[in-house]
């Protein structure tokens, strides 16, 4: 198994700055690639951004120039440095994992994860 934790999400103004991080710790073969999506309340699930392990990035068209993912310090760890929030940033980030992990002598290809969520909240 495989396990993915958020941390950094809370609430911040208008114009603020907040990082998250995820780890990803557990049975893990390889990290292919790490991301972050989000929902907001009545909302669907949205893709944020996302990094290979070649280091290549990818973000939502929307969020480009004021997020920017990258590969923590401490292996399988992603942060994400979310710049000139605004109140529709508000949702709950949810990290996400794409990888190879093995378990009781079997090796299982391009598993998906996804952490628990973190709270962001943009508000004055």
């Known amino acids: 198994q495989v396990q993915l934790v958020e941390s950094g999400g809370g609430l911040v103004q208008p114009g603020g700055s907040l990082r998250l991080s995820c780890a990803a710790s557990?049975?893990?073969?390889?990290?292919?690639?790490m991301g972050w999506y989000r929902q907001a309340p009545g909302k669907q699930r949205e893709f944020v951004a996302s990094?290979?392990?070649?280091?290549?990035?990818n973000y939502a068209d929307s969020l480009k120039g004021r997020f920017t993912i990258s590969r923590g310090n401490a292996q399988n760890t992603v942060v994400l440095q979310m710049n000139g929030l605004k109140p529709e940033d508000t949702a709950v980030y949810y990290c996400n994992a794409d990888g190879d992990t093995f378990n009781s002598g079997h090796y299982y290809p391009n598993q998906n994860y996804w952490g628990q969520g973190t709270q962001v909240t943009v508000s004055s």
């Open positions: 557990g049975s893990i073969f390889s990290i292919n690639a």
């Open positions: 990094i290979i392990s070649g280091g290549r990035t």
